[in-house]
């Protein structure tokens, strides 16, 4: 079936240090949603890229869709207490199905 | 304005019993999906509806499992014959449209003993 993957499942980083995850796909996705799920809440959509090597910014989070439309990225700069979540991608393979990516779980050390 | 609301927001029921999953969308959101989420886990589509029809419902996990949303706005999530398996956090979002921004409900979490 279609999956998405991710990578690393957890991430633990000093606050300030930079943090990357990454989400694959073995098939082409018509597009791409991150969202951020706090500990014990619900996840919150940050972005959806559509178009093929699509990059987006918000403030220090910088989000990417690969050229070939299977793989993407989301970086954070100078990471926060505030960032701490699990990240999700979640992506169309051309049906209204969202199918989620096995997130990664983010925590920062003070 | 008021986001996607689930109700309850805990259920602790005994194997084999019938549960009822509510969610109320946002107001004027046409599409409406149920997740199921388990510990560790990204979400899991369940079912999709766009109005009053179930346009994809092709995650429900067996027969025991059915949605509805007679008038497109509150749905109800029905799990017959539940087993320990279900226990699980069940999500419900809202978008206006197919393909548009989800809004998650803060989630039912259910427990079969």
């Known amino acids: 079936g279609q999956q998405v993957m991710q990578i690393p499942q957890y991430q633990h980083v000093q606050e300030g240090e930079d943090f990357t995850t990454y989400c694959n796909s073995s098939?082409?996705?018509?597009?791409i949603q991150w969202y951020k799920q706090r500990p014990g809440g619900h996840p919150v959509f940050l972005i959806q890229?559509?178009?093929?090597?699509e990059v987006k910014k918000q403030k220090r989070l910088t989000f990417q869709f690969g050229e070939a439309k299977k793989n993407s990225s989301l970086h954070i700069t100078a990471t926060q207490t505030t960032d701490v979540g699990t990240y999700f991608c979640?992506?169309?393979?051309?049906?209204?199905?969202?199918?989620f990516g096995t997130g990664t779980r983010l925590t920062i050390i003070p | 304005g008021a986001g996607v609301s689930q109700t309850p927001s805990n259920k602790v029921t005994e194997k084999g019993k019938y549960v009822e999953l509510r969610c109320d969308p946002i107001?004027?959101?046409?599409?409406l999906y149920w997740y199921r989420q388990s510990l560790g886990q990204g979400p899991e589509f369940l079912i999709y509806?766009?109005?009053?029809?179930?346009?994809?419902d092709s995650g429900l996990p067996n027969d025991r499992f059915f949605a509805v949303r007679p008038e497109g706005s509150v749905s109800t999530l029905k799990i017959q014959r539940t087993e320990r398996g279900d226990s699980a956090v069940y999500l419900c979002?809202?978008?206006?449209?197919?393909?548009?921004?989800?809004?998650f409900g803060p989630g039912t979490r259910l427990l079969v003993l």
């Open positions: 890229l559509v178009k093929s090597g």
């Open positions: 107001s004027g959101h046409t599409a």
């Open positions: 979640a992506g169309y393979f051309g049906n209204e199905k969202l199918t």
């Open positions: 979002a809202s978008s206006l449209a197919p393909f548009e921004t989800q809004y």
């Open positions: 098939t082409t996705l018509s597009n």
């Open positions: 509806f766009q109005g009053t029809g179930a346009a994809d």
